[in-house]
T-cell receptor
Framework: EAGVAQSPRYKIIEKRQSVAFWCNPI?????LYWYQQILGQGPKLLIQ????????DSQLPKDRFSAERLKGVDSTLKIQPAKLEDSAVYLC????????????FGPGTRLTVT | RKEVEQDPGPFNVPEGATVAFNCTYS??????FFWYRQDCRKEPKLLMS???SGNEDGRFTAQLNRASQYISLLIRDSKLSDSATYLC???????????FGRGTSLIVHP
């Protein structure tokens, strides 16, 4: 079966610019996660969707980050405007259900903000 | 935010050694627990779930101690290919919101 797809794989932008990331989860997976992973740290959950509803977004910097999951399938994560500290890998993951199920991760988008 | 703590290491061990990692968590109402493996510049992948009764998969053994609020991972007969970062994950609350530790780096040398 196809895995979690993400695009782009790499992105370089200047601070104050905008950027968007796209994720297509595994077919049939109800739960979708967006993580930010800074070098040397573990993934930090930004937002968790169950179908197209938000389960948790307590660590999403809502003044600059936004995310949506239309029709409960694909999802986009946007940063506007970007700051230098947003440089990180943005990982998307999906799971069949959140309850004790394995998360499958996409390859990530490596963002560099200059 | 609930915390999940790991010793970042690195743990530098020879081939064939046994190595153990611990991960502590702060929320006593945690629901489920996992170990993930992450290779350099790659995405995390599930290594194993952690059950209350403990579980074993080949050279890997995971255990949960709810009273002391930690999970452990034991790797026996280490291989060069075990070199990676090992991330523990704790799911909280009724919606099983995941929190990752920062990871423990393992380097297995010849």
């Amino acid at each position: 079966e196809a895995g979690v797809a993400q695009s782009p794989r790499y992105k370089i932008i200047e601070k104050r610019q905008s950027v968007a990331f796209w994720c297509n989860p595994i077919s049939g997976h109800a739960t979708l996660y967006w993580y930010q992973q800074i070098l040397g740290q573990g993934p930090k959950l930004l937002i968790q969707f169950q179908n197209n509803g938000v389960v948790d977004d307590s660590q999403l910097p809502k003044d600059r980050f936004s995310a949506e999951r239309l029709k409960g399938v694909d999802s986009t994560l946007k940063i506007q405007p970007a700051k230098l500290e947003d440089s990180a890998v943005y990982l998307c993951a999906s799971s069949l259900e959140p309850i004790a199920y394995e998360q499958y991760f996409g390859p990530g988008t490596r963002l560099t903000v200059t | 935010r609930k915390e999940v703590e790991q010793d970042p290491g690195p743990f530098n061990v020879p081939e064939g050694a046994t190595v153990a990692f611990n991960c502590t968590y702060s929320n006593s109402a945690s629901q489920s627990f996992f170990w993930y493996r992450q290779d350099c510049r790659k995405e995390p992948k599930l290594l194993m779930s952690v059950y209350s009764s403990g579980n074993e998969d080949g050279r890997f053994t995971a255990q949960l101690n709810r009273a002391s609020q930690y999970i452990s991972l034991l790797i026996r007969d280490s291989k060069l290919s075990d070199s990676a970062t090992y991330l523990c994950v704790v799911n909280y609350g009724g919606s099983y919101i995941p929190t990752f530790g920062r990871g423990t780096s393992l380097i297995v040398h010849p």
